[in-house]
């Protein structure tokens, strides 16, 4: 309950700065676990759940820190359909070689869970909105 109470607070952090720091082209992006990762404490907790290797988490994670602002932010990206929708190869995590089995053509789709939080940068504020009644933009009234 603790890490999804915090990574639901993260989530919306994630958002809410994405917004505010998108017309500085400032990136902000969080990844998320499309299901348990391949560690062995993680695979004793829940057996029989599938796995994914460590690699995938970590070739989506520097897939978000890397993009182009303008193009991947506001993103909650879950680590298997991030690499597979950029066309991202996943290498082993020494990045000699790509890892077997987990290439974007090998993903199936079918495993993916749905997007949860997305940001879509806003469309231009009328005019009307921004100065309404000659009101000063912050001032109450």
Request: net charge negative.
């Amino acid at each position: 309950m603790l890490y999804g109470g915090t990574k639901a607070m993260i989530d919306r952090m994630t958002t809410g700065a994405a917004m505010e720091l998108h017309g500085d082209r400032i990136a902000v992006n969080s990844p998320a676990p499309n299901r348990g990762v391949a560690a062995a404490h993680a695979a004793a907790a829940v057996p029989g759940r599938p796995s994914k290797p460590e690699e995938t988490v970590a070739e989506a994670t520097l897939a978000l820190v890397t993009a182009d602002p303008s193009v991947l932010t506001g993103r909650v990206a879950y680590s298997l359909p991030l690499p597979k929708e950029l066309g991202r190869a996943v290498y082993t995590a020494d990045g000699a070689a790509l890892l077997p089995g987990w290439q974007p053509d090998d993903l199936d789709e079918s495993d993916f869970l749905t997007d949860y939080l997305r940001f879509n940068p806003p469309g231009k504020i009328p005019a009307e909105l921004l100065n309404r009644g000659g009101a000063a933009p912050h001032q109450c009234r």
